[in-house]
């Protein structure tokens, strides 16, 4: 039996190793990639001395190699033997030079710049300042005090850094560990429970990195005890407003005299508890917080209590914290298709609100064409993302109190061979609500193209509004429909392939057509026996300056119109004179604007029965009667007579014959009313000219029924004979009755007179009854004019 073959020469073995290698290839490489170009370390502020040296740090990780620049004030620095670029990326200003309003200077915004083959990203900016030291601008004063009272000195200074403040008495240091004497750092020395050997001269010394200064000397007398009466409390010094960073020491001042000793307490004006942590009390009543947060911001209330009773004085200051922008949530790198939607997402918080800014690639990036900011900032979002658009994104916050920023990178997925744009991208109006749109085949890598998809947005929309219609490969146009009157919208164009989307046609504009008006709602009431009037209402889309009416009719027996009469926009009735009251007319009113003419609103009226009316049943005038009787005394002796007989008549009338006379005035109403509704309903007639079932009453503004011919001479036969139906012509709701109008009937001719006649006599009857009369009185013509 052959001995094993070694390990190293079983080819199994080298196959192993070659696949680790290659493994170790592909896992380097995706590390690589996956490294995204971020800082590890970034500038901070500085206060620099003056001729001293400074560097300011920064250095960037990522997918090398990287090249790292700086810009002071937005502006890239050069390099130079006054700013060093180290090789870790860190600047080096070897001799900073202050601002001295002449000559260069190193004070300003500094930010680092990194930048490799995916992009590039921007530091969060450093603020860089000469350390200075003013004069004293509040020297201490001389000060008389009673032994057991209490004595305060103050100085003010401005420097860079925030000055050290320390407090000399007879040019010796002040001991702090004597509890009467308390030093506030913002330059107050307080000295309680008084005594003679406290008397002397204070001086206040400042100092920082920039210079030490001494104020002028200030006096203390004490003077021998005092009186011991009782004295108010009263608040020599309350606490100031004061606006602080996180993290830093608040001291609320509060001094308080009187006799006795007043008790000194704090309380929040908002009602919330001050707390323990982080709180101590300095000297007698001074209130001292470390490491403040936001939460400490309020209105803090200083109150000085006589002890035992309820007297007291207070005084208040505001604390305001402020606190720099930090993110909650971080922008994240995303890797998307060529022609989809990336977004970021970046939210800040800070005291005050910090304001969020994006930068692509290092400048500044705005809304517009495919890119969207919503929700403060704080959402960007890029739509039909293109190989341009594949870059670094930062998103930069900045409050009063400092700013960040953080970054993310959009890595845009282009499959080979895909097609090229559709070309030719053309879109035409068709109407008031339609678009056609029409393009050419790509140029390139056209056979796997399975269809084509129309991207469509009002052009004032942001682009996540749009929304698609997908068309086949063999279609080269697309009729858009549904679209709104007088508005632009925008489309283009991608192609696609089982393997992806091609990139964007170029985007077209386009405005639809203006809408024309709608037909107008129209009703026609009968005046005479050749007048009509036309009552309509006023359709949307007119305005009065941009359109009108036009108005057509025409006997129903003859093919011309009389027309068009133009009709001003702002006119709702027009009345038509001189009418043929034999006939049967048609009437047609359209609205018309700036786009063109609305379809028209088409009725029918009747004038026969009007003329057949006034023959058979003149209207009664009694007052004709009453004047010729006023003519003569005699008369007016008789009519006297005649009116106590009348009163006599009515009042037996009234008691036997009352219910007798109503029931024959109901039967003959009831013999003269039409069979399809009350009198009341004067809208129907119109609805029954135009061929609508009796379920369809009452919508006159609804849809109409245009009728032929076949059905105009059903209805309205060139010659009413006897036993022909007829149709009653009713007025517009809520329109006041004529007097002359017309009812036709299907009773012999010579039953109509009779009827007529017992209808005029009735109505000359019941003019002084009203239970008699109609409920809607009919005007004389003369007034419907």
Request: proline residues 8%; glycine residues 8%.
């Amino acid at each position: 039996m052959a001995p094993p073959r070694p390990a190293l020469l079983r080819p199994r073995f080298w196959l192993l190793l070659l696949r680790l290698l290659l493994l170790q290839l592909v896992l380097g490489s995706d590390l690589g990639h996956a490294t995204e170009l971020a800082f590890t370390v970034e500038p901070s502020d500085e206060i620099v001395v003056p001729e001293r040296s400074v560097v300011l740090g920064c250095r960037a990780e990522g997918t090398p190699p990287i090249r790292v620049t700086w810009r002071k004030n937005g502006v890239e620095l050069p390099e130079s033997s006054h700013a060093l670029v180290l090789a870790n990326g860190s600047l080096l200003l070897p001799s900073f030079r202050p601002d001295r309003g002449t000559g260069p200077s190193d004070e300003g915004d500094y930010d680092c710049v990194a930048q490799n083959r995916f992009g590039l990203v921007v530091s969060r900016k450093a603020r860089i300042q000469a350390a200075t030291m003013s004069d004293f601008h509040v020297h201490p004063q001389a000060t008389v005090g009673e032994e057991g009272g209490v004595a305060r000195f103050q100085c003010q200074i401005h420097g860079l850094p925030k000055p050290l403040i320390l407090w000399e008495k007879n040019h010796i240091p002040i001991d702090t560990r004597n509890d009467r004497y308390t030093l506030l750092p913002k330059g107050v020395l307080q000295i309680t429970g008084l005594r003679a050997e406290d008397s002397g001269i204070f001086h206040c010394v400042a100092s920082n990195i920039a210079s030490v200064r001494v104020s002028r000397g200030a006096s203390l007398t004490v003077s021998g005890s005092g009186s011991g009466a009782y004295k108010e409390p009263t608040i020599l010094v309350g606490p100031e407003n004061l606006t602080l960073t996180v993290h830093q020491t608040a001291v609320l001042e509060c001094v308080a005299t009187g006799n006795p000793r007043p008790i000194v307490s704090w309380s929040r004006l908002d009602g919330r508890p001050i707390g323990v942590e982080g709180i101590q009390v300095l000297g007698t009543g001074n209130l001292i917080i470390s490491d403040v947060t936001v939460q400490h911001s309020g209105v803090y209330v200083c109150a000085a209590n006589r002890p035992g009773t309820r007297v007291r004085r207070t005084a208040q200051g505001r604390l305001v914290v402020q606190a720099p922008a930090e993110f909650i949530q971080h922008p994240q790198s995303i890797s998307r298709p060529a022609g989809t939607t990336a977004m970021f997402t970046c939210q800040a918080q800070g005291e005050p609100p910090p304001h969020v800014t994006w930068l692509k690639n290092g400048q500044v990036l705005g809304p517009g064409g495919h890119v969207r900011l919503r929700n403060n900032n704080s959402t960007l979002t890029i739509s039909g993302i293109g190989p341009e658009d594949e870059a670094i994104y930062q998103c930069v916050a900045e409050n009063s109190a400092g700013s960040s920023q953080a970054s993310a990178r959009l890595t845009v997925l282009w499959a080979e061979g895909l097609p090229g744009p559709p070309r030719d991208v053309h879109a035409v109006s068709v109407s008031a609500t339609s678009v056609r749109v029409s393009w050419s085949e790509p140029l390139l890598n056209t056979k796997e193209i399975i269809g084509y998809v129309l991207h469509i947005r009002k052009a004032a929309d942001p682009p996540e509004l749009e929304y698609q219609e997908a068309v086949s490969k063999s279609t080269f146009q697309q009729l858009v429909s549904d679209l709104e009157p007088s508005t632009s919208y925008s489309f283009y164009i991608k192609a696609y392939t089982p393997r992806g989307a091609s990139l964007a046609s170029v985007p077209t504009l386009v405005s639809t057509l203006g809408e024309v008006p709608a037909p107008p709602p129209l009703s026609i009431r009968v005046l005479s026996s050749n007048s009509v009037q036309l009552l309509w209402e006023l359709p949307p889309k007119l305005t009065h300056a941009e359109g009108g009416f036009k108005l057509f009719y025409r006997p129903a027996s003859q093919a011309l119109f009389t027309g068009p009469i133009v009709l001003p926009g702002a006119l709702t009735a027009y009345n038509i004179t001189q009418l043929d009251p034999t006939e049967v007319y048609e009437v047609k009113l359209q609205a018309y604007n700036q786009h063109g003419d609305g379809n028209a609103t088409i009725r029918f009226v009747s004038l026969r029965g009007a003329s057949e009316r006034t023959a058979l049943s003149p209207p009664c005038d009694c007052r004709k009667d009453e004047t010729s009787n006023k003519t003569s005394a005699t008369g007016i002796i008789i009519g006297i007579h005649i009116g106590v007989t009348c009163i006599i008549f009515c009042v037996l009338f009234l008691m036997f014959g009352y219910r007798g006379r109503l029931l024959q005035c109901k039967d003959v109403e009831d013999q003269l009313s039409p069979p399809q509704g009350p009198r009341s309903q004067r809208d129907l007639g119109i609805l029954a000219l135009n061929g609508m079932a009796q379920g369809d009453r009452g919508q006159i503004n609804g849809d109409e029924k245009r009728l032929d011919l076949n059905e105009l001479e059903q209805l309205f036969p060139l010659s009413l004979g006897s036993g022909q139906q007829g149709a009653r012509l009713m007025l517009d709701p809520g329109s006041p009755e004529p007097c002359d109008e017309t009812q036709l009937s299907s009773l012999p001719p010579d039953e109509l007179s009779v009827l007529e006649e017992q209808m005029a006599e009735t109505s000359c009857l019941a003019a002084g009854t009203p239970a008699h009369r109609d409920e809607v009185t009919s005007p004389s013509p003369s007034n419907e004019g």
